[in-house]
DNA sequence: AACCCCTATGAAATCGTTCTCATACAGCCG
DNA sequence: CGGCTGTATGAGAACGATTTCATAGGGGTT
């Protein structure tokens, strides 16, 4: 491996200067620069970035920390800020946490010594704080930036970017609701998710404000995650068991992908009988059919905010990214 | 931060010994292995990855380069590879190209002075092996594992993992031959993309197989890559021009769910009037109404192979993932 | 008792870069 | 002509771990 000492004895000068000309700091002389950049050139040198880190006492990379990247918003979230961090000249370290937490209290310990940049923590489950917030503080202080993207954490100092679920899903109720759709369902309830109980709050929230009390039987709740599997058996057992509802807003476009299934397959059409809504903003959802009412999020606003953070240096406390509900043919 | 040094002082032994310990090769007395490993303990001490990544000539960091991670097979594969790759005690760096290949060139000049372990190409694309070969050649010099995983580029002598996209087409346009469905369509042919190619190539084979030849007005290209709304256009051009057909072969799922859409949009029943079969086995496909059939890829299977790369040390030629075909009512 | 071997440990070099400090030399002023 | 200022550069330390080489003893053999 080519290294600084052999382009320093190529150009005849010692590391210290080739050092100065490729920062670019120090004044050099316009002679010598040159004949050390056209050493860099002729050899081909690229500086060790390892050896940079360790001299400078953290490295360049950021850890994305996701639940599940192949769910939902997290693919595009990944994109996104992939894109966003190197566009600083950083690195993206991908951790999935694939449902068990204590891999997140793991890498947690791990991460001081990585000499992270920062670790963008992008995980809808509910974490235990209280066994996290140890390994959570040493990894601040070490020097770390740290950021929740979707969860809001920003109740333990955690300065988090997150979607106004709850507005999101306040919003679709409201919609459903006035088009005259009560009563109304909520399609997966998971109660271990911050953000699944911001989305059931504001569906909650929104049938309150029109003195409409919340019926536990038209709640189902789901432990699987928001996969489509979990949406049809749910609906199916909803539709079955001979409840009376008109609509339903599912907390996420692939469980109410699963719902309309279930409805179709039982001769019940959509939206007439039963008006569905999803959660996410997914792109194949304009492609379903009827194509899918859906609360919109937007994974690309998410990741700008990320990138700002790292750019500017400065961590929001909290930082909501507006929702918006993008109405078609399952919900009219 | 709490060197090495730190705890040496702390155990009353020097670096050397604490290294030993933790290293846990050379013989150490029990009582001094004992006394280093509870001022670890105390300390709360943590090996600095980068200093060890320079000692050791590299670090513990795979890369995963992809071309679109949001799409498609690609999320599925950056999880279960991360899951490999985290099971071997190394950490996977996520870069997502993005359609635009400069950026790969730029990563491989990059690559050497990153300390990688290796670099896990993802991309169906077709690259430019002429431009990208120098640079191709000095990671691989630099001792850095390059993998091609989903394009074949074993001609080019870098080990390849790749899908049977060709039988898996063979075998789709065959089932459709079997259910009297000529003439056959095939949706979202992509000249630049290998795989989109290998697609194409089972297609052909298998009508011709049959002595059929392939109708070029029944081959729709696409420019866009894998999505739903080039399906959904290009299907509705074939359909609004009146062009005669009975079945299609979409490239992806995505493609096949734009195209079962137009079809809807028109009056068309599926599989009644043109039956579909898509390409991915994505998750939702089974809910799509009416479900759709499907060339199966395994994202688990491929991550599998690339885990055992690595984890052998040993690189294959070619590996070829057997498909199949997921046959449900969009073509029945 | 002298010698040897083997185990347990420490001192110091090393990885490649950056940065601080020191120095050499040129030019300028008194 | 001596001293001062300032620019251009080099020598060497530092980052934190690993590893080679050297050495101090303890125990065994002759």
New interface residues.
Partial sequence: ?VNVIAVASHAGVSPATVSRVLAGRVPVAAATRARVLQSVEQL?Y??????R??RAGR?R?VA?VTG???QGLY??L??HV??EI?GLGL??????L?HREDRLQHFL??A????LRGIVLASPHVMDMAQLAPAMR?VMR?GVTVLSVSQDLSSFDIASIVHDETGGAAMATEHLLDQDRAPVGFLGRIETSAVGRARFDGYRTALEARGIEVDPDLVWDISKGY???A??QAASRAIDTGLRFRSVLAASD?LA??G??AA?DRGLAVPQDIAFVGFGGL??G????P?MTTVSLDAYAMALAVGEVFRSGSLPHRQIIPTKLVIRRSSC
């Fill in positions: 491996m081909g690229r500086p060790n970035e390892t050896a880190s360790l490295g990379a994305l599940d990247i192949e693919a595009g990944a994109k992939q894109g190197e690195d993206l370290l991908l951790f999935n694939g310990e791990r001081p010594s990585l000499g040493a070490s996969r489509a599997d949406g049809y692939e992908l699963g309309m299934a179709a792109g194949w304009v492609f379903a059919r194509a």
